[in-house]
């Protein structure tokens, strides 16, 4: 069965420091993947998307995420994150499994930053 | 373009009583979505409908849930009787193809006392 897997529920950094949030999926072919932001009291807002081509893709805010095939996963990053980066980020795998679509999203990593 | 749009952004209601809500989708997205959101369960996907037909449903958690889409415009959330277990924030989203990206609403914080 297809699933997303963010292994760090919450994660803490400096402002300025570099940010690594990890995702992995699990699906049998190479899915659409997503990287959303949860900023509070708000809904979710797409960053990045990948879909094919590059394995590196560009988003807004300065985020970027690799795809990695052999490693099943989606990994965003940020060089220097600002305080306004405080936020909850969701990976998402869009997918098709037993005949219907499937979008799944991961259970997110809630990000602190830290003046 | 507005975005999605939702209505109430805030609903208080106590225990038995009907709640709906409801969701404007973008213009042009045939597909439409309904999550609800909660500390301990996350993310969950309700029902999603493409051109107004509901195509999954089975994240409905029961009979007390029930959604609509009546047109391309406008689609309903409806809870009776409401239940405290049922206090989430509710989205709604809409996209032009189920696998790709999906434009999220601002959301109903739903309280049941």
């Known amino acids: 069965a297809q699933s997303v897997t963010q292994p760090d529920i919450h994660i803490t950094v400096s402002e300025g420091a570099s940010l690594e949030l990890r995702c992995n999926y699990s699906?049998?072919?190479?899915?659409?993947l997503f990287w959303y932001v949860q900023s509070p009291g708000q809904g979710l807002q797409l960053l990045l998307k990948?879909?094919?081509?590059?394995?590196l893709v560009q988003g807004i805010k300065g985020f970027e995420a690799e795809f990695k095939r052999s490693q099943s996963s989606f990994n965003l990053r940020k060089p220097s994150v600002h305080w306004s980066d405080a936020a909850e980020y969701f990976c998402?795998?869009?997918?098709?499994?037993?005949?219907?679509?499937?979008?799944?999203f991961g259970t997110g990593t809630r990000l602190k930053v830290l003046a | 373009d507005a975005g999605v749009i939702q209505s109430p952004r805030h609903e208080v209601t106590e225990m038995g009583q009907e709640v709906t809500l409801r969701c404007k989708p973008i213009s042009g997205h045939d597909y439409l979505f309904w999550y609800r959101q909660t500390m301990m369960r996350g993310l969950e996907l309700l029902i999603y409908f493409n051109n107004n037909v509901p195509i999954d449903d089975s994240g409905m958690p029961e009979d007390r849930f029930s959604a609509k889409m009546p047109n391309a415009s406008f689609s309903t959330l409806k809870i009776q009787p409401s239940e405290p277990r049922d206090s989430a924030v509710y989205f709604c989203a809409s996209s032009r193809d189920p696998q790709r990206e999906q434009f999220f609403g601002p959301g109903t914080r739903l309280t049941v006392l």
């Open positions: 998402a795998v869009g997918a098709v499994g037993s005949g219907t679509y499937k979008y799944i």
């Open positions: 990948y879909f094919s081509g590059d394995t």
């Open positions: 699906y049998g072919a190479t899915p659409y």
